[in-house]
């Protein structure tokens, strides 16, 4: 526990969220006598062991600026954090001043009337400085409901021993995925890739490589179930049935994680925010044996999905004025830089890729361009209830449960069910 911060890991239950939430007597304060005062209560959904430990120390720079302030850091699972909110700020207590929001929760949230807008506040200082697709996933009819804390995309992370060894290059194409694995596992022994099978977030790269994509918003149209949809099922079953990729249907994070630290497989599609775990492996004592290259194009393109995380205020806050000086501060030039030191996260102000610690992160200056091209989502409220079904239907493709094109069919069906009078 680091000075200064009440640090609670892995929230289990909105009962003990609620204990330090921003609607609580001991959150009240904000300003005394232009003095910012009070309690800030942040979910923080980053990685616990490797994230977790950097944005507590930031929020402990915070602090410091503002010794009135106690910042009560609450690290809620990434899995259980969109619900949990939701729950708590349609109940109306123990929801927390500032959340750290996966990009596609943000307009739902704001849908919903649960985030305050930022236009005009302080939290959105210098807002011409950060990047237009980072702040695109901010905006919900006409105002600005979050700040951009981080955006990625992703990538082939591979043992560049074992492919020496093997006497391979990274795959550019799916059928050199294909060709690279074989080789591979002929040469020693290992399978070429874990291709993780419980998160559909990881289908996307298949699915605009093959030209398709989950909703045609500016239609209003479902496209997940049309040809190139179904296509993009059958290319990820193939790798699975030949044998190119190993897969999972639970814990899917943690298997693919440790197959890949401890030199099972050769290769995982990932993306920056899996980087400081991944050099916790044995594999990876030496830094330099972790290679990182584009996601292999498909039939019709090379793609990968837009990500990241915003920061947004709770519109129950007590105590704004400091909620919109916390984020301004978490989301400024230099700790984003300081970000992308220590974590080779992205940052989503231009300004912070001039900064040493950006420009002398590899992991940073690789995934730049790779986020310039990254395919966004559709910024409607719905977008982060589209993986629900589609999870369901790509861990039974890749199990043998199902065909790629009842699996099509099926997300299809329940996007139509979730998307009123869509096509």
């Known amino acids: 526990m680091r000075r200064g911060i009440t640090a609670t890991a892995l929230v289990a239950t909105l009962a003990l969220a609620a204990t330090a939430c921003g609607g609580d007597d001991e959150s009240g304060g904000g300003k005394s006598s232009g003095e910012l005062s009070g309690t800030v209560t942040w979910w923080d959904t980053s990685n616990v062991g490797s994230e977790d430990k950097v944005f507590k120390k930031i929020a402990e720079g915070f602090e410091k600026k503002h010794p009135k302030v106690d910042v009560k850091y609450v690290n809620v699972p990434f899995g259980e954090a969109q619900n949990k909110f939701k729950n708590a700020a349609q109940a109306g207590s123990g929801a927390p001043d500032v959340i750290r929001s996966e990009v596609a929760w943000t307009p739902e949230f704001a849908d919903l009337g649960y985030l305050a807008p930022l236009d005009?506040?302080?939290?959105?200082?210098?807002?011409g400085d950060f990047l237009e697709q980072s702040a695109a996933s901010t905006r919900y009819?006409?105002?600005?409901?979050?700040?951009?804390?981080?955006?990625?995309?992703?990538?082939?992370?591979?043992?560049?021993?074992?492919?020496?060894?093997?006497?391979?290059?990274?795959?550019?194409?799916?059928?050199?995925l294909k060709s690279v694995a074989q080789k591979i596992k002929d040469k020693t022994g290992k399978t070429g890739l874990y291709l993780r099978g419980d998160d559909s977030?990881?289908?996307?790269?298949?699915?605009?490589?093959?030209?398709?994509?989950?909703?045609?918003?500016?239609?209003?149209?479902?496209?997940?179930?049309?040809?190139?949809?179904?296509?993009?099922?059958?290319?990820?079953?193939?790798?699975?049935?030949?044998?190119a990729a190993k897969t999972d249907a639970t814990d899917g994070w943690e298997n693919m994680m440790q197959s890949f630290k401890n030199g099972d497989v050769a290769m995982m599609i990932n993306g920056p925010w899996a980087v400081a775990d991944t050099l916790t492996g044995k594999e990876f004592t030496?830094?330099?044996?972790?290679?990182?290259?584009?996601?292999?194009?498909?039939?019709?393109?090379?793609?990968?999905?837009?990500?990241?995380?915003?920061?947004?205020?709770?519109?129950?806050?007590?105590?704004?004025?400091?909620?919109?000086?916390?984020?301004?501060?978490?989301?400024?030039?230099?700790?984003?830089a300081q970000v992308a030191g220590e974590l080779n996260l992205l940052p989503t102000r231009t300004s912070a890729y001039s900064k040493q610690e950006a420009a002398d992160s590899e992991i940073v200056q690789f995934f730049k361009p790779v986020v310039e091209t990254a395919v966004e989502r559709p910024w409607i409220p719905e977008t982060g209830s589209l993986f629900a079904p589609l999870n369901v239907e790509y861990t039974k493709v890749l199990t043998g449960q199902t065909t790629p094109e009842k699996a099509a069919k099926a997300t299809g069906d329940s996007y139509r069910k979730l998307l009123k009078g869509w096509k």
């Open 120 to 127: 005009g506040t302080t939290a959105l200082k210098n807002e």
């Open 141 to 176: 009819k006409g105002k600005t409901y979050a700040v951009p804390q981080v955006i990625d995309s992703m990538g082939i992370f591979y043992n560049k021993k074992m492919f020496k060894d093997a006497g391979v290059e990274p795959p550019a194409k799916i059928a050199d």
């Open 201 to 243: 977030y990881y289908f996307l790269s298949f699915l605009y490589g093959e030209g398709g994509d989950l909703v045609d918003a500016e239609k209003k149209a479902v496209t997940v179930d049309n040809a190139q949809g179904v296509k993009a099922f059958g290319v990820v079953k193939d790798l699975v049935d030949s044998g």
């Open 286 to 336: 030496d830094k330099a044996n972790l290679g990182i290259s584009t996601v292999p194009a498909g039939s019709a393109a090379q793609g990968a999905p837009q990500g990241g995380h915003n920061l947004g205020v709770y519109a129950g806050s007590e105590n704004i004025d400091a909620s919109y000086a916390f984020v301004e501060y978490m989301t400024s030039v230099e700790s984003q």
